[in-house]
């Protein structure tokens, strides 16, 4: 009995009865779709949710200086005087897992223009900082590096301090505003980024060139804080361990010896990784749970093949005993019926894969639902619905391989 | 005489030597076979005779290798069938037993020539060029071969019976065993395959016809008769009467 031979006699078999054949099929066919669509709206909301935390800037990493005790009294957060210009440089020319740098300063004050002023907080940066924080020009330019050499007199208005300062929508761009006593010339406006999930309003800031707010405005020669992106969020962890070690190399912090314990840090370094992690952890759980269903749906496609393929040996016991008094032997019907299980439940399996893809991509226009397919979760699928076509049509073949030919043949 | 030339020049196809076969049901043992013993040469025509009860299908089933003796010994072709296992039966039957049953128990929505191919796909060695001229050649020497992409519920239980006759034929078996090849088909129909049996038979084929109808015996070259699972008669008939001219005093059937 050869393999090609086998094969025929069981599609022949599926031939003849195409109904039974594809009402088998469904259950699988429904199985498979659903497990891919459901994996493809899972893993597509998860992205998605990924790359709004991108948006809010996940890789974002923040240094700031620690906080100084004088005289055994803490001061405010950020109140040492330790992070230079020179740390900035150290960083940006050493750490290998940050995309862009900006050290920041920034100044709290009333912003003036004509018979309007409003408060707000300026951040002396670099254009770079447009990139850490996902921000963009809207109308206007970015200030260059031209501007942050001169200390140019130069910023770039958020919305909701444009909305404040001119508030019969008049055009920005080329006025003179005064920030406290100063006078600024806008050169552009960021595009707008509403609240942020903890409430906070993102377009009430003020951009100008770092050099301007240390020199002109808080006559300071530290930094406040350096803002940097690591490439990627994963790589977060490895930025953050960097720039540690040269910042404890830059203050000459004396690591720890047999003597004496490690000087502490005098810098803090914060990341959205924690946010990310919470975030990715809830969509994990909404795809197992969702993968979880379409499992679901799976076995019970696979029950009913069992449960047709079972129905079928009954229903076929005549053939059957036919096929083993003209020389099939036992082997031969279990073959022929774990093949047609098989074919069966491949073929289901195929055309549940492309009506899987069909339906998430109908999804994505119709519900406008994100999704995303991804290949393993293609062949995971396809290859959970064979196991269960083998699995579930093993104990039917037994089956009708197990009937005695004498009794199968007379069966009416 | 006749019988005794016959006998030394065919060789023995089928040898039954106190074949008994028992079944126990419940408490109670039946003997369906009580110790049969006949022999079937190559070229005979044999119908096996007898009531219901007689121990006929449990011979059929014997002979045809379905079942195994309780005791004694079944030779087919010169081989011991008692002491073989399942798988190996079951190729024996590909190989040496061609069936063909009342029912004629063909393939729903299949056609002729893949019915008939059904024996040879149970052969690795056999191409499935070979398997199609082998199963065409059958269907012609059935006089079907006109009919062999229809498929079975096209057909008249006379076209289906021949189909089976040909399914039987297309391994070239040692013996063809008929079960009331003809209990299903009218009068007419009957002779016609009658006619086919007997044209088989003219070619040399072994065939062993179980029947309960008398008539058939008159169109057979022997009779075995069966009787509480004992042979209680064997006798050859001398006067084999002609088929096709019993067909030719039947009135065409007008409602086919």
Redesign the interface.
């Known amino acids: 009995?050869?393999v090609t031979?086998l094969f025929?006699?069981a599609f022949?078999?599926i031939a003849?009865?195409k109904l039974r054949s594809f009402l088998t099929m469904l259950g699988i066919i429904i199985g498979v779709a659903s497990v891919i669509t459901m994996l493809a709206i899972g893993q597509g909301s998860k992205k998605s949710i990924q790359s709004q935390i991108a948006e809010m800037g996940s890789n974002m990493i923040m240094i700031q200086p620690g906080a100084d005790m004088r005289g055994g009294v803490r001061q405010d957060a950020s109140s040492m005087e330790t992070l230079k210009l020179t740390d900035y440089q150290s960083i940006k020319d050493n750490c290998k897992y940050i995309s862009a740098i900006s050290p920041t300063v920034n100044s709290s004050g009333q912003f003036i223009y004509g018979n309007n002023n409003t408060p707000s907080s300026i951040y002396g940066v670099i254009p770079d900082y447009l990139t850490i924080r996902q921000l963009s020009v809207e109308d206007g330019e970015m200030f260059t590096d031209a501007d942050i050499k001169s200390s140019a007199k130069v910023c770039i208005l958020g919305k909701t301090v444009v909305d404040n300062l001119f508030p019969n929508g008049e055009e920005p761009v080329g006025k003179m505003v005064r920030f406290n006593s100063i006078p600024f010339r806008v050169i552009g406006v960021l595009k707008s980024k509403g609240y942020n999930s903890m409430g906070m309003d993102q377009d009430d800031l003020v951009l100008a060139p770092y050099t301007t707010i240390m020199k002109r405005i808080l006559a300071i020669t530290y930094i406040q804080g350096i803002n940097c992106s690591a490439i990627t969020e994963d790589m977060t962890d490895n930025a953050t361990e960097e720039i540690t070690s040269i910042l404890r190399q830059n203050h000459k912090l004396k690591d720890a010896t047999d003597t004496s314990s490690a000087d502490d840090d005098d810098f803090t370094i914060r990341s959205q990784e924690e946010l990310a992690t919470m975030m990715n952890s809830t969509t994990d759980l909404m795809t197992i749970l969702l993968a979880c269903i379409a499992g679901i749906s799976l076995l019970v496609g696979g029950i009913g093949i069992m449960n047709i393929m079972y129905v079928s040996v009954t229903e076929r016991t005549?053939?059957i005993?036919?096929?083993?008094?003209?020389?099939?032997?036992?082997?031969?019907i279990l073959s022929q019926f774990l093949i047609e299980a098989i074919l069966l439940s491949v073929t289901g399996g195929i055309i549940g894969v492309l009506l899987g893809v069909g339906a998430s991509y109908a999804v994505n226009i119709l519900a406008k639902w994100p999704i995303l397919i991804q290949p393993w979760s293609v062949l995971l699928s396809f290859i959970v619905c064979t196991a269960t076509g083998v699995f579930f049509g093993w104990y039917p073949a037994k089956k009708a391989a197990q009937l005695d030919?004498?009794e199968a043949?007379r069966y009416e | 005489m006749d019988e005794k030339n016959k006998n030394d020049n065919h060789k023995v196809v089928i040898e039954l030597q106190d074949v008994k076969r028992n079944f126990v049901v419940g408490d109670e043992t039946v003997h369906a076979l009580r110790g049969v013993s006949f022999k079937i040469y190559e070229g005979e025509f044999v119908t096996i005779m007898g009531k219901s009860g007689s121990g006929k299908s449990t011979l059929l089933n014997q002979l045809g290798c379905l079942d195994t003796p309780s005791s004694g010994e079944y030779l087919l072709d010169g081989v011991s069938v008692r002491t073989m296992k399942k798988p190996e039966r079951a190729i024996l039957r590909n190989r040496k037993i061609g069936f063909v049953f009342q029912s004629y128990n063909l393939l729903a929505k299949t056609t002729s020539i893949e019915n008939v191919e059904l024996p040879l796909m149970y052969r690795s060695n056999v191409s499935a060029k070979e398997r199609h001229d082998h199963a065409v050649g059958a269907l012609k020497a059935v006089g079907l071969g006109d009919r062999l992409y229809h498929k079975s519920n096209q057909m008249s239980g006379g076209q289906m019976q021949r189909v089976a006759i040909a399914r039987a034929l297309v391994n070239n078996p040692a013996v063809i065993l008929a079960d009331e090849a003809t209990g299903n088909l009218d009068t007419r129909t009957s002779f016609e395959i009658l006619v086919l049996f007997q044209k088989l038979h003219a070619e040399g084929r072994t065939i062993i016809f179980v029947t309960h109808n008398a008539d058939i015996a008159h169109y057979a070259s022997r009779t075995i008769t069966l009787r509480d699972g004992k042979v209680c008669s064997d006798v050859q008939n001398d006067n084999i009467l002609s088929a096709a001219e019993a067909l030719a005093t039947i009135p065409q059937n007008t409602d086919e």
């Open positions: 009995m050869n031979n025929k006699i022949r078999a003849a009865n005549k053939e005993g036919l096929r083993m008094s003209v020389g099939a032997r036992g082997v031969d030919p004498i043949i």
